[in-house]
T-cell receptor, first 111, second 112 residues
């Protein structure tokens, strides 16, 4: 089966940098995605890593190490609007390319 | 461009009833997936359809079924509703099975 672990909660102040780690176990790894979800809203796609290395999209960056079954999402220059839950999700080719999600990391940004 | 649209946005049912949830993918997207999200947890995969065929199924009972239509829209059906089926049901679409999935706002289903 598949499983993902990420911290349940992170608190930081505006302007700070936050790193959300994700470790995974899967039999048919195809890529690691990150989604942001505000309370009451839908998950919004942030980034996707299929190969090792760093992907940068504005203030957000995502990293993948397939040999370590590990990835992280880096949030820079934190803003109040970044307060949300962040989910890592692995794409499992063995099961119709479904996404298996972690439990989510709740990020609270304080003034 | 319109994103993934789902209807209805909210629904209240009683135990034993059935429900049909609808999803229209982003234009040009041929793959549709359904997920169930219970409060405080990550979404759980239910089904994936691509080119009108089922391509994946999660660990859900046979009370859950789905289909995809020629225009790539999709329906999720749940029979004999249980209290535990109360959740946010999310639909996600992608161009094909290799591209990132984009989610709709979901249908919040409450079972009384």
């Amino acid at each position: 089966g598949q499983s993902l672990e990420q911290p349940s909660e992170v608190t930081a102040v505006e302007g700070a940098i936050v790193q959300i780690n994700c470790t995974y176990q899967t039999s048919g790894f195809y890529g690691l995605s990150w989604y942001q979800q505000h309370d009451g809203g839908a998950p919004t796609f942030l980034s996707y890593n299929a190969l090792d290395g760093l992907e940068e999209t504005g203030r957000f960056s995502s990293f993948l190490s397939r040999s370590d079954s590990y990835g992280y999402l880096l949030l820079q220059e934190l803003q109040m609007k970044d307060s949300a839950s962040y989910f890592c999700a692995v794409r499992d080719k063995a099961a119709g390319n479904k996404l298996t999600f972690g439990g989510g990391t709740r990020v609270l940004v304080k003034p | 461009d319109a994103g993934v649209t789902q209807s209805p946005t909210h629904l209240i049912k009683t135990r034993g009833q059935h429900v049909t949830l609808r999803c229209s993918p982003i234009s040009g997207h041929k793959s549709v997936s359904w997920y169930q999200q219970v409060l405080g947890q990550g979404p759980q995969f239910i089904f994936q359809y691509y080119e009108k065929e089922e391509r994946g199924r999660g660990n859900f009972p046979d009370r859950f079924s789905a289909r995809q239509f020629p225009n790539y829209s999709s329906e999720l059906n749940v029979n004999a509703l249980l209290l535990g089926d109360s959740a946010l049901y999310l639909c996600a679409s992608s161009v094909n099975r290799d591209q990132p999935q984009h989610f709709g706002d979901g249908t919040r289903l409450s079972i009384l």
